[in-house]
Structure formats: structure tokens, C-alpha cells
């Protein structure tokens, strides 16, 4: 126990020596640090102002589950299996939800489900 405590002292004490160098101007090297957002800055959200109770609660699980507002998704299933059915209603949920979220599709969606950006058709291969 006594040869590790004082391993563990001096670890210490080398540790805040580096860190003492590595904090003056001289030595500081920007290429260190990760100097990015935090997730949450960068993956925040606003509700829409005209949000009913039960549409605030929806939203707020939609947002718990981090992976549905941000980057893409692939659904897979059976013919029938209502992967269409999914990915109308999900998106239509976060442009209803959400401010400021876009909403590309690949596929002419019907007057009912409102504004989109026609984005993939023009440029799929």
C-alpha cells in the first residue's frame, strides 16, 4: 500500500507539472485541444410555439431519442411492413415539432403532409 501511495504522489505531482507547462502561452499548442461544440449546442432544439400538451410530450420523447433529429436514417423491413408508414409519420412529427428542421424526400409526398424540400430525386444515380 505505501510503495502505491506514493506512485500516486508522485504521478501527482508530474501530472501538475505538465499541466502547468502545457498551460503557458509559449507551449500552447491549439492542435491539443478539441475545440468543437458540445453535442448539445450543436443538436439543440426549439419547440414550435403552437404546440397542444399532448404534442409537447410527443415531442419531447422524440427528442430524448437523440438519433430521430439528427443525420440520416435507413428503415428496413418486409414489403407491408409499414417502413413507408414510419418515415412519413416520424418526419412529419419533427417539421411539425421543431423549429428550424428540414425535411428532404426522395419521393412526392401528398398536399396533406405540407411543406418538403424535393431534394434526393434530383440527384439520385
Known amino acids: 500500500m ?13 501530472f501538475q507539472e505538465v499541466r502547468k507547462l502545457a498551460m503557458t502561452e509559449s507551449t500552447l499548442d491549439p492542435n491539443l485541444f478539441n475545440d468543437s461544440p458540445e453535442p448539445d449546442e450543436l443538436y439543440g432544439f426549439e419547440l414550435q410555439d403552437d404546440l397542444t400538451e399532448e404534442e409537447i410530450e410527443e415531442a419531447l420523447e422524440i427528442a430524448d431519442k437523440r438519433r430521430f433529429l439528427r443525420g440520416t436514417m435507413i428503415v428496413t423491413g418486409g414489403i407491408g411492413s409499414g ?9 412529419y412529427k419533427i417539421k411539425r415539432y421543431f423549429k428550424n428542421r428540414t425535411v428532404l424526400r426522395d419521393e412526392k409526398a401528398r398536399k396533406l403532409y405540407g ?5 434526393l430525386a434530383a440527384v439520385a444515380v
Do not use: Q, R
Open 2 to 14: 505505501a510503495i502505491l501511495a506514493i506512485i500516486s504522489i508522485y504521478t501527482m505531482v508530474e
Open 83 to 91: 417502413k413507408d408508414l414510419f418515415g412519413n409519420v416520424l418526419s
Open 115 to 119: 411543406y418538403y424540400e424535393p431534394g
